[in-house]
């Protein structure tokens, strides 16, 4: 494949291009499940949430952060052989880091990423393992891609948990554990519903937490996993979980969730590690790749599939 | 339905009136506090010196406000000053006791508060309101009308700074803790468990299905309490 070579200024631009879109441009997938949700939902207080969401998505194109609360960064770069980084590949990380403080310092991201301990706050949103990129490198591509996302502090904070059951607790025990999770994380809006729920099942603890955080926040609304089982079980617990009357923002409804999503790994024959995320009701995710020919495109689908 | 517009200072007739699932609005002063505010106030003695009397709503919420280069306030995050509310929860231990001391007739989060919080209002008369739409968000709201005070700024930030801002009609709220001892989302969850015993059933999940041994907090045979 010809060497595709990308200077660092081009990168540092498209790094901070897709961290703003993250933050103020909501998904298509997404607006049509809001907008579907506010045309099912019958009461005025359901439909309240929903509306307001749909009006800060407009906000959001005039360059407002869709939501005040723009959460951790998190990115994903998906990348061939044949890119050449101006600089390394480590520059990937120095984009990332600068992208982060321009968007902060300009207003789209709040600069509320502070010490764990001593709670100070650099104002930067930039600090150890801060923010967050993963990798992939895949011979078969010509293109770099990278997806940001703004997870928000209320799908992770009360949405997000894991645990590592054992074999003997099977389907039953995963199936029970979502469910509980939902009706834990939903009480009272905590988690900002109706959200994309991910599920990530086996591996270790890091690979299903991984797993569920990408299940919800990298898969479109309405796609469903390859393995027909797993898709069932998707459709399944959608329809189930919309039956609860959570509500938007928990305050009564027929829309809880906007989708399941299920990833698997393969597990220790003993074991049974399960991790449930939510995506909060704004999801917000977006892409950028530059392609062989030098073409520049952003958009809202990321492309993550590694199975 | 019928939407109520409210003054602050709110009287324990205006709370003792309101029904979990009303909505209202609010106009007047209302002051912000979130960790700092809660710590300090508890643990320290250590109050911004409010009346609050005439000051008796609080907000959960951390304000993106800072200063501008004439030293006036300014949005920092979006093109006007705006109110996210946070999650409520987490001030429980310390709400009882600070509706009491103050005299809080209003205390406004994202989510809701917990049972101590829930005795503490039907006593004193006190309520606790949500979101629920057309909020102050960047999209839609211009309920905030200007910051009178700041307290705490230049030692805490921003975020946990305690502000008295003016609001004009800053709502819909919805009440979803009274003064009569009701809690709105308790009801929703009391359905939702109702409802779950059959979801559970769907899926094939025995009723008396408990996780392996090992396991901590599983006695109940879910991962949660509250």
């Given at each position: 494949?010809?060497?595709l070579r990308?200077?660092k ?12 879109r993250?933050?103020?441009i909501?998904?298509r ?7 579907e949700a506010e ?7 359901a439909k309240?949430?929903l509306?307001?969401w749909?009006d ?7 360059g ?10 998190i990115y ?22 600068q992208a ?5 310092e300009?207003g789209?991201?709040r600069?509320h ?6 709670r ?12 967050t990129l ?7 591509i ?6 940001s ?6 799908g992770?904070?009360p949405g ?22 939902f ?8 988690s900002?519903?109706p ?11 890091e ?6 955080l ?5 898969r479109?609304v309405?796609?469903r ?8 079980l998707?459709?399944?617990?959608l329809?189930?979980l ?5 509500g ?22 003993a074991?049974?590690?399960v ?9 917000r995710?977006?892409?950028?790749r530059l392609e ?6 952003y958009?809202?689908?990321a ?5 | 339905?019928d939407?109520?517009k409210l ?22 002063l ?14 320290e003695?250590?109050?911004p010196?409010?009346d609050?009397t ?9 304000m993106s406000?800072?200063?501008?280069k ?5 949005p920092?995050?979006?093109q006007?000053l705006s ?8 001030f429980?231990?310390?709400m009882p006791?600070?509706i009491?001391?103050?005299g809080l ?8 508060m ?13 309520v ?13 709201g ?15 930030g ?18 979803d ?8 989302f308790d009801e929703?969850e ?20 408990r996780?392996s ?5 599983s ?5 949660y309490?509250?």
């Open positions: 494949m010809t060497e990308i200077e200024d081009t990168l540092d631009e498209m790094m901070y291009q897709v961290t703003v993250a933050a103020c909501i998904p997938d997404v607006r049509r499940a809001i907008e045309r099912l939902e019958e009461t005025e207080v309240g949430p509306r307001s749909l800060d998505f407009k906000a959001g194109e005039r407002n952060s869709i939501c005040p609360d723009t959460g951790y960064q994903w770069v998906k990348l061939g052989e044949s890119i050449k980084i101006e600089g390394g590949m480590s520059s990937l990380y120095d984009a990332a880091r982060v403080a321009r968007a902060t300009k789209y991201l600069p990423l502070l010490h764990p301990i001593t100070k706050n650099p104002g930067t949103n930039l600090g150890y393992y801060t923010p993963h990798i992939q490198f895949d011979p078969a010509g293109y770099i891609e990278i997806i996302v703004c997870k928000g502090g209320g992770e904070g997000s948990y894991q645990r590592n059951l054992y074999e003997g607790d099977g389907k039953s025990g995963v199936i029970k554990f979502v469910l509980d999770s009706l834990h994380s939903s009480y009272s809006g905590k900002c519903p959200g994309i729920v991910g599920v990530g099942i086996g591996g270790t603890a690979t299903s937490t991984r797993l569920a990408e299940a919800a926040a990298l479109p309405g796609h996993h390859p393995d027909p089982d797993i898709a069932d998707e459709e399944d617990l329809v189930q919309n039956t609860l009357g959570i938007p923002m928990g305050l009564g409804g027929k829309t809880s969730v906007l989708d399941v999503h299920i990833e698997y790994a393969l597990s220790h024959f074991l049974l590690s991790a449930y995320n939510t995506f909060c009701a704004v999801v995710r977006a892409t950028v062989p020919s030098g073409r520049i495109e958009s809202d689908v492309n993550w599939d590694y199975r | 339905m939407i109520k003054k602050i200072p709110l009287t324990e007739g205006d709370v003792r009136s309101l029904n979990i699932g009303d909505l209202v609005t609010l106009t007047g209302i002051f912000t506090g979130t960790d700092v505010f809660h710590k300090r106030a508890i643990e003695n250590i109050l010196p409010i609050y005439k000051q008796n709503v609080l907000v959960h919420a951390p406000i800072r200063r501008g004439n030293g006036e306030w300014e920092m995050q979006w006007k109110i996210l509310v946070t999650a409520g929860s987490r429980e231990p310390y006791h600070l009491r001391q103050l007739r209003a205390v406004i989060s994202k989510s809701s917990g049972e101590d919080t829930k005795k503490a209002m039907a006593e004193f008369g006190c606790h309101l949500t979101e629920n739409s057309k909020l102050d968000r960047p999209g839609t211009d309920a905030v009308k200007r910051v009178v005070d700041a307290y705490g700024f230049d030692e805490f921003p975020f946990e700074a305690t502000w008295v801002l003016e609001v004009e009609d800053y709502g819909p709220l919805i009440v803790i009274d003064a009569h001892g009701n809690n709105l929703i009391q359905a939702a468990k109702e409802r779950m015993k059959k979801i559970y059933a769907h899926f094939g999940i025995p009723e008396d299905f996780y041994a090992g396991l901590p907090d006695k109940d045979g879910t991962y309490s509250r």
